[in-house]
Nanobody
Framework: VQLVEVGGGLVQPGGSLKLSCVSP????????NEWYRQAPGKEREWVARIITTAASSEYADSVTGRFTISRDDAKNTVYLRMNSLKPEDTAVYFC?????????WGQGTQVTVSS
């Protein structure tokens, strides 16, 4: 199963980016959708999840108040809106979909926050 992330890039501190995750093979709304990230030399860490609606979203403490996860069921797309970006947000960001024993990952998209 393929998940595809797009939207990464280079942004200055304080800037914003919006990542998208699409799948041509599964209906994302049937899964718990999450974003993870992995910085150089560090383990992959969980960033955010959305279960059914935006009201059931959860965030890591490090991104609370700055990042927003959402999903457009008509477009079968999950988003991660990132505001007030910091250099420590620099990482490869991965989309993840899971349901019971099924786990699917995207290939990742690089986000670099630097002046």
């Amino acid at each position: 199963v393929q998940l595809v992330e797009v939207g990464g890039g280079l942004v200055q501190p304080g800037g914003s980016l919006k990542l998208s995750c699409v799948s041509p093979e599964i209906t994302l709304s049937n899964y718990i959708n999450e974003w993870y990230r992995q910085a150089p030399g560090k383990e992959r860490e969980w960033v955010a999840r959305i279960i059914t609606t935006a009201a059931s979203s959860e965030y890591a403490d490090s991104v609370t108040g700055r990042f927003t996860i959402s999903r457009d069921d008509a477009k079968n797309t999950v988003y991660l809106r990132m505001n007030s970006l910091k250099p420590e947000d620099t990482a490869v960001y991965f989309c993840h979909a899971r349901k019971f024993s099924n786990n699917y990952w995207g290939q990742g998209t690089q986000v670099t926050v630097s002046s």
